[in-house]
């Protein structure tokens, strides 16, 4: 899942019981999965959750809902070879949730419970897929892009495929096409062919790519996706480092587009707004996410400008780089969707 801030205590473990247990030697890049993970440690009491560490992929967090549960997992497993874990010998400690600051630790979305599953969000058109790459195939992404040029904006780096994005307008100039995208996104393209909750017989034509490198703290304004300058369906693959991603939808009346920028009127007070709907999703490394008909075209998308999150309890540390990759289909012509409160074609 993400990466926590977690640290391991200066005193001997035995001196500092927590419900958490950091384990080295294991995890995704010594081929041990979550769900694996879980199994085994959920034999001495109820896991709340498995994340990573750090960004080796060999050091998890265990969670757990009782201190005395990781106690009976530490005395068992510590220092000795685990048949179900496929032989490997465990390193565990107690670790404990410590922010980097007091400032940072107030940067914490403590206002809107995070769900894991898009279920759990409730909104349609929105779905997530976790573990959509291999640890091996993100890092054979994220070299691709680190081979080519970026372009630097005011707080991170972009890198645009088959037509530029215009942030000014939030539009593509369909008259200026950059190429095919890039052979290293083949075997994505493929794949989201068969992605859940399309129709068998939906076709997918992706021909833009945005890149985004988001460091620590960096986030990304609320906004939907420019109506008339896209199709209905949005992917976003995300890559090294987790985030929190919100969403908020204004009921009638209280929201309107600018006609002059293509951007979105604020609405002042944004907590204490009776006619907003709002939805938090944690988005672990290797997930993508699909965003299309009512989650597309009527919600907001957001990433807080944090550098930690809460995610069930959990404090959550960005890693050190986020990077996006995110698909889209050029629209030619107006847009045609449903939701004409929201559309840019409808002014």
């Known amino acids: 899942m993400g990466v926590p801030r977690f640290t391991r ?39 709340k959750g498995i994340y990573a560490a750090d960004e080796s992929g060999t050091r998890v967090i265990v969670s757990y809902f009782e201190a005395n549960s990781a106690q009976q997992a530490l005395t068992a497993l ?42 759990e969000v ?27 040029p970026w372009i630097s904006l005011s707080k991170r780096r972009v890198q645009h495929y088959g037509y530029e994005f215009c942030y000014g307008t939030r539009n593509v100039d369909t008259k200026l096409h950059l190429g095919e995208l890039p052979s290293f996104v083949s075997s994505i393209i493929e794949r989201i062919s068969l992605f859940p909750g399309l129709n068998s017989s939906t076709s997918i034509l992706l021909d833009q790519l945005t890149v985004n490198e988001y460091p620590p703290g960096v986030g990304l304004s609320p906004h939907i996706d420019t109506h008339s300058a896209f199709e209905g ?11 929190i991603m919100e969403f908020r939808r204004y009921l009638d009346g209280s929201w309107v587009p600018d006609a002059a920028s293509s951007a979105y009127t604020k609405v002042e007070n944004v907590e204490n707004c009776s006619n907003l709907v709002r939805r938090s999703l944690y988005l672990p490394p290797r997930s993508i996410l699909l965003l299309s008909g009512e ?9 807080p400008h944090h550098k930690i999150d809460m995610v069930n309890q959990n404090v959550i540390r960005r890693g050190a780089r986020r990077v996006s990759f995110t698909f889209r289909k050029v629209l030619r012509g107006p847009c045609q969707c449903e939701f004409q409160q929201y559309c840019d074609s409808e002014r």
């Open 9 to 47: 205590p200066k005193t001997p473990a035995a001196d500092s019981p927590s419900p958490y247990l950091y384990v080295a030697n294991c995890g995704p890049a010594v081929g041990l999965s979550y769900d694996t993970i879980a199994s085994v440690f959920n034999t001495f009491g109820e896991v």
């Open 295 to 303: 989650a597309r075209y009527a919600w907001q998308h957001y990433i």
């Open 122 to 148: 409730n909104i349609p058109g929105l779905h997530l897929v976790h573990d959509f790459l291999s640890p091996q195939e993100e890092k054979e992404l994220l070299a691709a892009v680190d081979e080519r």
């Open 78 to 119: 510590n220092g000795k070879s685990c048949a179900d874990l496929d032989g490997r010998s465990l390193h565990i400690r107690y670790s404990v949730i410590q922010p980097n600051s007091e400032a940072e630790s107030q940067q914490v979305n403590e206002h809107i419970p995070v769900s894991l599953m898009d279920s």
């Open 233 to 243: 369906f949005i992917f976003s693959l995300s890559l090294a480092g987790p985030c």
